[in-house]
């Protein structure tokens, strides 16, 4: 029964990132990616999206399964509260997503507003996941 706490959770958290990546990413920090227009495909599509969102769902899922399996305890927040869902959330980005974005930023054509949309975008993603796995692991 835990387990699919946890995996509801996390795709709750999932369905909440897909909506707030398109408002940051899709919408305000958008205009920057026409300012490198030789670095983006020049067709997008449905499939496109469809594929994105089954990643961010599967991060979300992992993110707060993770949490769980960890059971972040060790947090000054205390056990399985928002607090300790969205600093191991921040941590797990800071370690994983930062690093690999700004390292591939260096060398690809991206503007620099877009690099900032997508690090915005991703902490949203990660905390969003952090926080469903702390949720789902409360003790009821």
Do not use: K
């Given at each position: ?113 877009f690099v900032v949309g ?23």
């Open positions: 029964m835990m387990t699919l706490r946890i995996v509801v959770a996390g795709g709750i958290a999932g369905v909440l990132s897909t909506v707030t990546g398109y408002w940051i990413t899709g919408r305000l920090f958008h205009p920057y990616q026409a300012r490198t227009p030789n670095t983006w495909r020049s067709t997008e599509s449905w499939s496109s999206y469809l594929v994105s969102t089954g990643l961010r769902l599967f991060a979300c899922v992992a993110i707060a399964c993770l949490y769980a399996g960890v059971e972040f305890a060790t947090s000054l927040f205390g056990p399985a509260t928002v607090l300790s869902g969205a600093s191991f959330g921040l941590g797990l980005w800071a370690i994983t997503v930062a690093p690999v974005t700004l390292e591939a930023a260096l060398f690809v054509n991206w503007h620099r507003g997508l690090l915005l975008d991703w902490t949203v993603v990660f905390i969003l996941a952090g926080i469903a796995g702390s949720v789902a692991a409360r003790v009821v």
